[in-house]
């Protein structure tokens, strides 16, 4: 039997080549343009479980894009691993600011990353994570040392919301059993000391509509005279912070989880350096919510955000205008035990209310999830922990992250299974922005740990039933 390490060196260029012609395909799942090339990605990722040892995998058809599910059957006694992952991306947008096409992947070395990395939107979030997931398979498979069953699940609507995944989940209950949930789709602290995402936030996206006079009209005849929409809106955004960086919509705050004193002082603990973070964004001074961290504002507390605004003109040179509509796109990241439907309740409530005579305003949600937590008593996590140990040589820390994968929860309420978080991305490889990268390093440790958590997933398993 072959070890995992001289497996991986010895098929190194050929993993980083087969990730590279995945990330060819500008699966971007926003933009119907892309449509063709969302449906090869999902054709490219079936085939590539079927030649990783996969007994069978097919393209599910689902009322938007397909998913992509595929199993390895060892033995009917043995525990089931479920991995899910995303084959869509995000827009390349601004695609001027790319150091390389978005979809032309190249490596470059970084000073994070002196192994190299692959440049290419997708790469981190989530092709190149997903895959390290198929090519341990293939490991596992070639060498007989696969100790469980493997089900894998792979969406194309991530980015967008994940609505197909719900709509599958539900009429798959029995196609989709399993003992344990695994997604690498998060990050960890460095490469020197990993770590394992115990928390996601939740999300609600909403999006405002704010309507003035019923056309354009002549900022010297009318300006100053009746509302300008763009004028109210900006106000009506200012006005949900106060002072202290806390969100003003009433009941906002009331089921937030409450982290005590304790746990807040353990996960300080994590290595983390204000003036690297600083430094790496190029801003003078952080911001947010008074009475918290960094670490703590981005992770454990609730936000509010604007995505996106617009309205009048924003053409070349000037235009005297008062618009009629002004419009802006607002997320707001959960934390335990906030509702998603109800805090959209009360953000479209609040924002209707405050709304000045003159105007009309339209708060249209869009789409949200619930925050997840992982207990880090069970023995997903004891796997995920002694696989990277063994690889890493060090013990990750657990972490929450601020980000939101919002259908995890639905997993927990639908399949009954606990999630485990085995992220091998870093926060400076700008997913979702211009120059997006998954180091090589990262990769192929990840192709390595993979395994290893099958491995203690399955002791811990029978060693657990049997009591
Ligand atoms: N993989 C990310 C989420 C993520 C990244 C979590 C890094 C933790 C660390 C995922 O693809 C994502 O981008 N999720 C969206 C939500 C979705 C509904 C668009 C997000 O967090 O904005
Ligand atoms: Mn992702
Ligand atoms: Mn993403």
New binding site residues.
């Given amino acids: 039997m072959e070890d995992i390490s001289s497996y991986v060196q010895k098929n190194k260029e050929r993993f980083i080549g087969e990730l590279i012609e995945l990330l060819r395909i500008p699966s971007v799942s926003a933009d119907p343009a892309f449509s063709q090339d969302v449906l090869n990605t999902a054709e490219a990722v079936k085939e590539s479980l079927l030649q990783a040892g996969c007994d069978h995998a097919e393209v599910c058809d689902t009322p938007g894009y397909p998913i992509v599910y595929g199993e390895k059957t060892v033995d009917a006694a043995l525990p089931t691993v479920l991995v899910y992952g ?1 084959y869509d991306v ?1 827009p390349p947008d601004p695609v001027e600011l790319w150091e390389s096409g978005p979809f032309d992947p190249v490596v470059k070395t970084t000073e994070i990353h002196p192994e190299g990395a692959i440049f290419a939107r997708g790469a ?3 092709k190149g ?1 997903m895959y390290m997931h198929v090519k341990a398979l293939e490991y596992m498979v070639k060498n007989n040392t696969l100790p469980c069953n493997v089900k894998f699940m792979i969406e194309g609507e ?5 609505e197909s995944l719900e709509w599958f989940i539900k009429r798959n209950q029995e196609k989709l059993k399993n003992d344990v949930i695994l997604i690498s ?3 960890m602290i460095s490469n020197s000391q990993p770590s394992i ?1 115990t928390g ?2 939740g ?1 609600s ?1 909403v999006e405002v509509e704010v309507t003035g006079p019923n056309r354009d009209l002549h900022s010297g005849l009318y300006g100053g005279a009746v509302a300008n929409p763009i004028n109210v809106l900006t106000k009506m955004i200012a006005s949900l912070h106060d002072e202290n960086n806390h969100i003003t919509v009433p009941g906002f705050y009331d089921k937030v989880e409450e982290i005590s004193a304790e746990e807040r002082a353990e996960m300080a603990k994590a290595p983390f350096s204000i003036e690297k973070y600083r430094n790496a964004l190029n801003i003078d001074e952080v911001y947010g919510e008074k009475g918290y961290t960094t670490s703590e504002r981005s992770s454990i507390r609730p936000t509010l955000d604007v995505n996106g605004i617009w309205g009048g003109y924003i053409g070349k040179g000037a235009k005297t205008v008062i618009p009629a509509k002004a419009y802006a796109k607002i ?1 707001m ?1 959960l934390v335990p035990d906030q509702d998603w439907v109800e805090i959209t309740e009360l953000f479209k409530k609040h924002f209707e209310s405050i709304a000045p005579q003159g105007v009309k305003v339209e708060v249209k949600p869009h ?3 619930q925050a997840y937590v992982t207990p880090i008593d069970n023995i997903g996590y004891q796997a995920a922990s002694k696989a990277y140990n063994d690889t890493f040589g060090i013990i990750p820390i657990p972490q929450r ?7 995890i929860s639905l997993f927990e309420k639908e399949l009954k299974s606990k999630t485990i ?1 085995m ?1 091998f ?1 870093l ?1 400076t490889d700008a ?2 922005s211009p120059n997006e990268h998954f180091g090589i390093f990262n990769y192929l440790k990840g192709i390595e740990t993979i395994p290893l958590f099958y491995k203690y997933f399955t002791e811990l398993y029978n060693s657990d039933s049997r009591l």
């Fill in positions: 995303h995000q981190c979030d989530d994570q991530e980015e967008v919301g994940s789709d998060t990050g995402t996601l936030r999300l996206y997320s990241r789409h949200g999830g992250s601020g980000g939101s994968i919002p259908i978080l992220g991305g926060d997913i979702h």
